[in-house]
């Protein structure tokens, strides 16, 4: 039965990563978009364990700091039942001081290893983010290397084979304006004409005038 559900899960696993691959060979950017939207959640989670990591730093460095003051007290009374004659107490003091000496020595191990892994992690959450970052300006590179591609592919499928009927429409639009502009200028020359021949009779009688005047 196990072997039966394993077989299941691998096919379906399998078919989710063949339609991933088809679906990124269609949209790249897309699939660009999706990483880098999986790739923000891993960069959060290691934030959240870089903010873990520094309360549990704080509280290694409060239980080291109390075992140390806890010691030096048990030391200190353990002195002070020795002077007395206190075997009991003198005792009771001494392993208490042995106690929280080696609870400090501990704590001091963890503190350390602890602020080494805070170095460690902080340096890979800095290289996520460099990483982040180039992973975003790259999209941007490649949206403006897709946004050529695809302009290039409309133009060319308008000015050949499938798009004849869209470039047969700009040749119709382009005769269309040509006729527009022969009407409005055969418009603006009969517009026009009869004021251009008056002005030439006007002109023709003055010159007569002025040759009649000339001939007394």
Known sequence: MENIFTRIKNSISADIHQFMDQKEEKNPIAALNNYLRQSEAEKEKVKKLLERHYKLKKEFANEYVLAEEQAEKRQKQADIAKKANEEELYQYATKEFEEYNRRASRMKVSLENTAHQIEQLEEKYK?????LKD???????LMGRENVARTNQEMNRVLEGDGQSAYNRFNEL?????????????????STFDQRIAELEREIDFDNSQGGKGNL
Do not use: T
């Open 127 to 131: 290289e996520m983010n460099h990483k």
């Open 135 to 141: 992973m975003h300006l790259k999209r941007m590179e």
């Open 174 to 190: 382009e005769n269309f304006i040509d006729r527009i502009e022969k009407q409005v200028n055969k418009a603006y020359y009969e």
